[in-house]
């Protein structure tokens, strides 16, 4: 076999060896590029501890906790049907393709879409809400069923088709799901902010003014004093401190409410942003082995390469 081999690789022209040789190369760099990215998220998650949201520290965290919906705004998924707090919906159609008197089955999509809702993470000592945009979602939840209308009308599927069902419907539908009250691994950017923070008095002030610019009837009426039908300059001043007093007045409500806690994608891309239904320690054995095959393939990639160029030569 080896001898077959040798001769074989003797008998390429210049051109398909150097082909051969670059696509080893390229596939050697790709595999370790994605050693050194699983091996990174592996340590990560295994050295990072697990904070909690009551002594939580502001930046880059890592939390854990049950899934909950943003009071009175459900998430539907929109194939399904099924409340949720995230989604990856997709729909396929089955095409038969002729090639050279043979036919193959591919599956082109027509549709697909993911949820970009936030919803929040209770830890048993506070909640965050959580902005999945951008995270690397994975999910323990998949419903794939089939049909032969574009869109499904067969909702809240509880089980997937039979294989008959699958050979003989022109139509595939399927979705990832996250479900209230799944319990969530996050690594992601945390950042506490109170609505008064967010919206400062002269902000305020400077809405309510905006506001009151609508309606100019009642702005007349409130602060013409001399009823000439416009607002002069010291008219003007009234109107401000007026709005600037009202302002503080909400800003003083504003304080009383509680901090709220997001978390999002970093700034930072070295930094992933993860959302796992997954529990910690199953994504370290994942990563760890994810690291480990791509270890082995770039040193078996790379032996192939060395051992090409030594024959050939």
């Keep these: 076999m080896d001898s077959a081999a040798i001769s074989l690789v003797r008998s390429l022209d210049p051109e398909e060896y150097g082909f051969t040789l670059v696509f080893l190369i390229v596939a050697a760099l790709t595999v370790f590029y994605c050693f050194i990215r699983e091996w990174k998220r592996w340590h990560l998650i295994k050295d990072m501890p697990t904070a909690r949201l009551r002594s939580a520290h502001q930046g880059y965290i890592e939390l854990e906790g049950k899934g909950r919906s943003v009071a009175d705004q459900p998430i539907f998924a929109p194939l399904s049907n099924h409340e949720c707090l995230w989604y990856h919906s997709r729909i396929e159609r089955k095409e038969t393709i002729l090639e050279q008197k043979r036919s193959r089955v591919e599956w082109k999509i027509l549709y697909q879409h993911t949820s970009s809702n936030s919803f929040l993470l209770d830890d048993g000592t506070g909640t965050c809400l959580v902005n ?16 032969n209308t574009e869109w499904p009308t067969r909702t809240r599927v509880l089980d997937n088709d039979s294989a008959i069902v699958a ?17 969530l691994y996050i690594l992601g950017q945390l950042q506490t902010g109170s609505p008064a923070m967010e919206q400062p008095v002269r902000e305020i002030a400077r809405n309510l003014i905006s506001d009151w610019k609508l309606d100019q009837q009642q702005l007349l009426e409130r602060f013409d004093t001399n009823r000439d039908g416009e607002i002069d300059q010291a008219e003007w001043e009234v109107a401000r401190a007026a709005a600037l007093s009202q302002a503080q007045a909400l800003h003083g409500q504003l304080l009383q409410e509680p901090e709220i806690h997001h978390v999002f994608r970093p700034e930072d891309d070295r930094r992933p942003f993860i959302i796992s239904t997954h529990p910690q320690t199953e994504l370290i054995r994942q990563y760890r082995r994810n690291t480990l095959i ?11 390469a060395i051992w090409l160029s030594q024959v050939y030569g």
């Design 132 to 147: 999945p945009e951008g995270a690397e979602i994975t999910s323990n939840e998949k419903l794939v069923w089939h049909g």
């Design 167 to 183: 050979m003989t419907s022109r139509y595939r539908y399927s979705e990832q799901l996250i479900l209230p009250g799944q319990r």
């Design 294 to 304: 791509a270890l082995a393939a770039f040193l078996g990639i790379t032996g192939c």
